[in-house]
C-alpha cells in the first residue's frame, strides 16, 4: 500500500493548479515508487469541469497524475468522495488546488501521524500568499459564532468569541489538538475514512471540514493542527469566480451544521437571525440609494442582498 494519496478537486484554476502540483515535485516524496527511502505518494486531480484547459494541462505537464475529469461541476465534497473512492495510501491528503506545500510539510504531517496513533486527522500550518499567518485551526462554533461569522455584526462581536473560536490564546507555531483544521490541507489516517466514510455531500462548499473533523471526534480519533509543518493558501480563488452564491452556500452550509449537530431549534434561531440580519442591510441599502449615496454600489448591494433572502437560506436536509 501506498504512504499517501493527495487528492485535488480543482475549477477553473488552471495556474494555480499548476504551482501546486509543481510545489508538490518539490516536496520529499516518491511519486513513482522510485526510491524506497521517501514516502511514496500518489496525486489524484478531480477536475470539476473546468473550461480553462486545467485538464489538458494536467496531461501534458504532469503525466504521473491520475487525472479524474468530471463532466459537470459536482461541487467540493462530492468530488473529494469520488477522489477518496479512488485513494490507495495509508494517509490520504485533501489539498486545495490554491496551495503551494513546503517541501518538509508533508513528511513532517506522516511523522506526527505515525507517532501519535490517536490522531486521525492533522493540518498544518498555513500562510497567505504574503508570507503572513492565516488563521487554520478553531475550536467548534458555538451559536454566537454562527450568528457573528460573516455577518455585517462580525465587527460588533465581543473579543473572547472570535479569540476564542479561533484559537487566538494558542501559539501559531505550537503542536496541539484541537476541534477543527480548515480543509485548505487536511491529512486523515485510511482508518478514519473506513470509520466514518467520506464528505458530507449536503455541504456543496464551506463547512465541510468542520462536519468532517466533528464526525472523526465522535468517532474516538484526535484533530491536530501542526504549527511547524507550512503550506502557503492563496485563498478562495474558486469561490471568487461564483461570487453571487458564495454567501449563499457559507451561510446555507452553517445552517446545515447547525441542524445536524445543533438540533432544529438552534437551526431555526439561526435562520432566522441571519435572514433578519440580510433583510436590514437590504432595507440600509436601498434607503442609501434613495438618497443617492454611490448609487451604483447600493444597487450591487442590493442585487446581492434580494438573492440572498430569495434563497430563503434553506439547508440541505
Known amino acids: 500500500m501506498l504512504d499517501l494519496s493527495i487528492i485535488i478537486v480543482s475549477w477553473n484554476v488552471r495556474d494555480l493548479l499548476d504551482a501546486c502540483l509543481a510545489s508538490l515535485q518539490r516536496a520529499r516524496l516518491s511519486l513513482c ?3 524506497d527511502s521517501l514516502p511514496s505518494a500518489e496525486i489524484i486531480v478531480v477536475d470539476s469541469d473546468s473550461s480553462d484547459g486545467s485538464v489538458d494541462m494536467v496531461r501534458e505537464t504532469y503525466p504521473t497524475v491520475q487525472l479524474l475529469p468530471q463532466r459537470q461541476n459536482l461541487g467540493f465534497s462530492r468530488c473529494n468522495n469520488i477522489g477518496l473512492a479512488q485513494a490507495r495510501g495509508r494517509f490520504i491528503l485533501l489539498l486545495n488546488p490554491d496551495t503551494e506545500v513546503q517541501p518538509s510539510a508533508i513528511g513532517m504531517l506522516i511523522d506526527h501521524l505515525n507517532a501519535n496513533p490517536g490522531a486521525g486527522i492533522i493540518g498544518p500550518h498555513t500562510l497567505n500568499s504574503d508570507g503572513s499567518h492565516q488563521s487554520t485551526r478553531r475550536r467548534f462554533p458555538t451559536l454566537w459564532t454562527g450568528i457573528l461569522e460573516s455577518t455585517w455584526l462580525a465587527g460588533f462581536a465581543p473579543t473572547g468569541v472570535e479569540r476564542a473560536y479561533r ?16 480543509g485548505s490541507a487536511l491529512m486523515l489516517r485510511r482508518e478514519v475514512y473506513r470509520a466514518i466514510g467520506g464528505l458530507d455531500e449536503a455541504y456543496t462548499m464551506y463547512s465541510e471540514e468542520l462536519d468532517y473533523c466533528r464526525r472523526a471526534k465522535q468517532a474516538g480519533w484526535r484533530v491536530v493542527y ?12 474558486s469561490s471568487q469566480q461564483a461570487a453571487d452564491h458564495t454567501q449563499i452556500h457559507f451561510h446555507t452550509s452553517k445552517l446545515r451544521y447547525f441542524r445536524k449537530h445543533h438540533g432544529i431549534v438552534a437551526y431555526a434561531l439561526l435562520r432566522a437571525l441571519l435572514l433578519a440580519q440580510f433583510g436590514w442591510q437590504l432595507a440600509l441599502e436601498s434607503l442609501k440609494s434613495a438618497l443617492g449615496h454611490k448609487r451604483d454600489l447600493r444597487a450591487q448591494r442590493v442585487r446581492h442582498y434580494w438573492k440572498v433572502l430569495r434563497s430563503g437560506l434553506k439547508a440541505k436536509s
Open 33 to 35: 515508487d522510485a526510491d
Open 167 to 182: 484559537m487566538l490564546d494558542t501559539a501559531n507555531g505550537a503542536v496541539l489538538d484541537v476541534d477543527w483544521v480548515q
Open 226 to 237: 501542526h504549527g511547524g509543518a507550512f503550506i502557503t493558501h492563496h485563498g478562495g480563488q
